[in-house]
């Protein structure tokens, strides 16, 4: 996480990771220093942080469920019914 206060404005970045750990983006926000104080800025920072959780989580590989053989019907000529 960093921050910065450069040119009047505050703001925080945070790493976006696949699900090897390697970073694919960012997501960030900023603003100018008289809205964004420290504390607002160490709460947004979080906010941004856990975004930051969920993306990275999401992309992590699906479980894929092993789908159950059905058995199929038994497929008939039109004249082998008992009938």
Known sequence: M?????????????PVTDF????????GISGPIWR???????ASAQVVQAAADR?????????RHKRRSRKRPETRASGDFAG
């Open 2 to 14: 960093t921050a910065s206060s450069t040119w009047k404005c505050a703001g925080v970045a945070v």
């Open 20 to 27: 090897t750990g390697q970073v694919v983006g960012a997501l």
């Open 36 to 42: 964004l104080s420290n504390q607002a800025l160490h």
């Open 55 to 63: 993306l990275s989580a999401e992309s992590a590989p699906k479980a």
